[in-house]
């Protein structure tokens, strides 16, 4: 049996081995979480991004609020670029904003969505666009200016995408638009996704379409070309000042557990030191465990004292006693267990006891009448003490519905 036993073992040793190679090896899930975090290197960072603009523009990385750091520097100028998938401003941070843009420097802002404030302060509205049914969707975006490239470059990663429907078009230029495949019931109709607007003396430029600087879109196939002519409208002598707050992942990690579950080596290393616990615990620990003694309880003696005491009374002749302290006891019990006084025994005592004791009205008269009679009487008989228990217990025993 005990041979049997650790062939169990061995196997299951060996089942956990192989289900554990075989996760090592499975190849990495892709994460597809749209971070656009400036050091972040999955698909929909921006690690890309930022370093491109770094050979091309000169950058300053901004990693606390816009109020803060406008506050802070009140004299800057050039472009504050946002990108991330939603950029919720303050009331007084986009005022600081709006203020800053207007002194003739430029807000960019790629978001797939914007706040009413700052859609009422440009009179622009904006909705959503849905793929026309396709199993695969496909949307098509280019570039409105001939200079830049006038080829669409299509994204096949969104099931709808926003655009604006109403904009002023006295104060608005269109820089790129967004349409998506037509069939050939219908005609292609093409949507503004990405504007600039003068705002006094500066400019404001909106793209509804803030994946365009991810590192996934840059890097596949010609897309780069797309964003590079979005960022051709910036000043490439002037300061451009990365948002590193308005993010959606996280820009840097406090827990020390993300450098182990971070590495794919170190993980696994984790993860084998913590089943190397775990069976140690089980196996070694229930080997080296001390038996627990069973503790015999004390026995309660009350009742074989009280018997003791009373076959003490009964063999030396004491039944007169015997009987006194019976009666007293059962008294004393109709007035605990029932709540009823034993002062007066008359009548209405024994209709209203045979009520609440469950024993009918002959049996309490008859009880009642051997107690009246024996606690007048004098040289009580074993056959009458025994016939008074017989009747005390077959009362309480109808209370306790036996």
């Known amino acids: 049996m005990l041979k049997k036993g650790w062939i169990y073992i061995a196997i299951g040793v060996l089942a956990i081995a192989g289900i554990l190679l075989l996760e090592y090896n499975k190849p990495k899930q892709v994460n597809w979480f749209p971070s656009f975090v400036s050091h972040h290197k999955i698909p929909y960072g921006t690690y890309v991004l930022n370093d491109l603009m770094e050979k091309k523009f000169p950058v300053q990385q901004v990693h606390v609020p816009p109020f803060e750091f406008l506050i802070r520097n009140d004299s800057i100028k050039g472009t504050y670029f946002f990108v991330n998938e939603t950029v919720n401003f303050e009331e007084a941070e986009l005022n600081a904003l709006l203020d800053w843009a207007d002194r003739g420097n430029t807000l960019?802002?790629?978001?797939?969505?914007?706040?009413?404030?700052?859609?009422?302060?440009?009179?622009?509205?904006?909705?959503?666009?849905?793929?026309?049914?396709?199993?695969?969707?496909?949307?098509?975006?280019?570039?409105?200016?001939?200079?830049?490239?006038?080829?669409?470059?299509?994204?096949?990663?969104?099931?709808?995408?926003?655009?604006?429907?109403?904009?002023?078009?006295?104060?608005?230029?269109?820089?790129?638009?967004?349409?998506?495949?037509?069939?050939?019931?219908?005609?292609?109709?093409?949507?503004?996704?990405?504007?600039?607007?003068?705002?006094?003396?500066?400019?404001?430029?909106?793209?509804?379409?803030?994946?365009?600087?991810?590192?996934?879109?840059?890097?596949?196939?010609?897309?780069?070309?797309?964003?590079a002519g979005l960022l051709s409208y910036?000043?490439?002598?002037?300061?451009?000042?990365?948002?590193?707050?308005?993010?959606?992942?996280?820009?840097?990690?406090?827990?020390?557990?993300?450098?182990?579950?971070?590495?794919?080596?170190?993980?696994?290393?984790?993860y084998l030191a913590l089943i190397g616990a775990l069976i140690y615990v089980i196996f070694e620990g229930k080997r080296k465990q001390r038996a627990i003694p069973v503790v015999t309880p004390l026995k309660n003696q009350t009742l074989a004292f009280t018997r003791t005491i009373a076959d003490m009374y009964y063999e030396n002749g004491e039944q007169d006693l015997i009987t006194k302290h019976k009666i007293a006891y059962f008294l004393e019990y109709i007035r605990t267990r029932l709540?009823?006084?034993?002062?007066?025994?008359?009548?209405?005592?024994?209709?209203?006891?045979?009520?609440?004791?469950?024993?009918?009205?002959?049996?309490?008269?008859?009880?009642?009448?051997?107690?009246?009679?024996?606690?007048?009487?004098?040289?009580?008989?074993?056959?009458?003490?025994?016939?008074?228990?017989?009747?005390?217990?077959?009362?309480?025993?109808?209370?306790?519905?036996?």
Do not use: C
Request: glycine residues 4%; hydrophobic residues 35%.
């Open 108 to 227: 960019f802002i790629a978001s797939d969505s914007f706040e009413e404030r700052l859609m009422d302060t440009l009179h622009l509205e904006q909705t959503n666009l849905y793929n026309n049914g396709q199993l695969k969707p496909a949307f098509f975006y280019e570039l409105v200016n001939a200079n830049l490239g006038k080829k669409a470059i299509s994204f096949e990663k969104d099931y709808y995408t926003s655009y604006f429907d109403k904009l002023d078009t006295l104060q608005t230029i269109v820089l790129g638009q967004v349409y998506e495949q037509a069939d050939s019931t219908r005609a292609i109709s093409k949507n503004v996704n990405v504007i600039q607007q003068t705002f006094g003396q500066g400019k404001i430029i909106l793209s509804s379409f803030p994946k365009a600087f991810t590192n996934y879109f840059i890097l596949k196939d010609d897309n780069r070309e797309y964003t």
């Open 234 to 270: 910036l000043d490439v002598n002037g300061q451009v000042y990365m948002d590193n707050f308005h993010k959606s992942g996280k820009s840097f990690y406090t827990s020390p557990m993300y450098l182990f579950l971070n590495t794919k080596e170190l993980k696994w290393a984790y």
């Open 339 to 402: 709540h009823m006084p034993t002062t007066e025994r008359n009548d209405e005592f024994l209709r209203t006891l045979a009520l609440r004791s469950n024993n009918s009205i002959e049996d309490i008269r008859e009880l009642f009448g051997l107690i009246d009679k024996l606690e007048t009487k004098n040289g009580i008989t074993n056959t009458e003490l025994e016939n008074l228990n017989h009747k005390i217990e077959a009362f309480k025993a109808k209370i306790d519905g036996k």
